[in-house]
Each structure stands twice: as C-alpha cells, then as structure tokens.
C-alpha cells in the first residue's frame, strides 16, 4: 500500500514520544474558517483600497503592514480575526480532521495558525493539553502533556502575533525563544507538517534552514525523518524538497481535506494496531 514505509517511521516516532505534528491553515479552512484571501480582501475594504491599488502580488503580510501604518496598530484586525477566525466546540467536534489529530496524540503539535482550534479540539474531546506562545510557557507547561506551540502567536496575546512584513522579517534571524525551542525539538524529533501549501515561502524558509543547519553539521544522515503531506503535489514541489531532506506524502482523496483525512486515519489505525494490550 502507498507510503507504508512513510506511516511506519511516523507511528514508530509516536510510539517513541518523538515526533512533532506541524500545523497550517488548511486544517482551519477545512472547517470553515476564512482564507488569507478573505483576510487580504477585509484589509483592504478597512483600509478603502481596491485590489489593484496594491498590485497582483501583495501578500497579506506587507498588506498587514500598510495597515498597521494606516491605523497606528493592529488591535481592530485583530478584533475581526478573533470574530471570524473561530468556530463551536460541537463543530470541531464534528471535524475528522481535528478528531484524527487528538487521537494521534503527538507529543507536540506546532501550529502557525492564529485561531484557537485546536486547544478548543483537545477540550472538547478531554484531552489535556499545554498552550506556548511565550518564553514563560516554555518554562512552566506541564510535562507529559500535549503541548500546542502557536508558532506565529496566539489571539490570547495580540503582541506575540507574526502578522506584518515586519514581524516575519524579524523572525528571519530564526534566534527568537520559540525558534531556539524548535531547533531543539526539531533535531530530536520525526516531523509531519500538515494543512501546508508550499506557495507559503515562510514555512519554505523554516524548512531550507533546517536542511543548512543540519548540513552545517556534517552529520545530516543521522537527521531524523522529515515528511510533509500535499494533496496534488508538483514534481517542481516534490524534487526541491526532496533536496531539503523533505519527503512528500501525496494524498488520494477526492479533496485536500479527504486526502488528509484518510492518511491520518491509516496513521490512527497503525498507531491501534501495535498498540501493547490494555
């Protein structure tokens, strides 16, 4: 069957407690929550701006930027993002993907997303869990729980959010407490990033330093497994990652979120059947 090996190193890394579960947007749009293409279009009728004012290729990052400039902060974005970027506990309840996603238990889950759907997944189904977003969770989250690191912030704290051209720009120095934390995890830990599209040069980015960082070190044969799963990925797509020492898992499900549904359920069922006997 297609990508058993793959699924194997995933459920022995489970099995180990060292695997990490990164997380992007799909996962929230799959549920219905808006895209970056929503969030650019709210920006710019805010700002009173149309489309080609800002040019075909303006990201929601340098978009964001502008605005910040215009309004002197980012507090009423936030506001609508916080408004329109949730859902109930019973539809994530109802959500597949989120289901599959607790039941994987990982260790850590690292998450780009804003949005507080994933801890509302871990409440709604019992599930403990720690939330990171600072150097002071990272000190204080309790051990032996599922920790969920908002990577670019969290709604809880608008000052940790990465938003603006600015506040990626400065990530770029890769030396912030959640990147040194990641570096760590990363080099000890099997990765799965999930809900990713590789037109998202940030996480194109994370995943070039890790591959220069392990180079760097002369011993990147003893790199730990690195996979990324894509609906429709491109051959472009999966030969430069390839390079990276990315491997990409392609789905075969009718859609992005099937594809990724039935993956994740051959993950869970592997994961049950070398489970030790209760």
Not at 52 to 78: C, F, N, P, W
Not at 160 to 182: C, G, N, W
Request: glycine share 6%.
């Amino acid at each position: 069957m297609a990508h058993d090996e793959h699924i194997s190193a995933i459920v022995t890394a489970l099995e180990r407690r060292q695997a990490i579960l990164f997380v992007g947007a799909g996962i929230s749009m799959n549920v219905g929550l808006p895209s970056w293409t929503c969030l650019i279009e709210h920006m710019l009728a805010d700002l009173d701006l149309a489309q080609s004012s800002m040019g075909r290729d303006a990201t929601y990052q340098e978009i964001a930027e502008y605005y910040r400039l215009k309004h002197g902060s980012l507090s009423r974005l936030v506001d609508w993002m916080k408004s329109e970027w949730q859902i109930s506990p019973e539809q994530l309840k109802n959500s597949e993907l989120h289901r599959l996603i607790v039941a994987l238990d990982f260790p850590l889950i690292y998450t780009t997303n804003y949005d507080a759907n994933l801890e509302l997944s871990y409440q709604a189904f019992g599930r403990p869990y720690a939330r990171i977003t600072s150097a002071k969770d990272i000190a204080t989250a309790t051990v032996g729980f599922t920790h969920i690191v908002k990577y670019h912030g969290d709604f809880s704290d608008p000052d940790t959010l990465v938003l603006t051209e600015s506040d990626y720009f400065d990530r770029l120095s890769f030396d912030a407490p959640l990147d040194i934390k990641f570096r760590s995890d990363a080099f000890a830990s099997t990765m799965l990033f999930v809900g990713y599209s590789m037109s998202d040069l940030n996480i194109r980015f994370l995943l070039h330093r890790l591959w220069s960082i392990w180079q760097q070190t002369g011993l990147d044969r003893h790199r730990p497994p690195l996979f990324l799963f894509m609906h429709e990925p491109s051959e472009v797509q999966t030969h430069v990652l390839k390079r990276w020492g990315v491997t990409v898992i392609s789905g075969d499900g009718e859609s992005s979120g099937d594809s990724l549904s039935r993956f994740l359920k051959r993950l869970v069922e592997q994961c049950s059947a070398v489970a030790p006997d209760q």
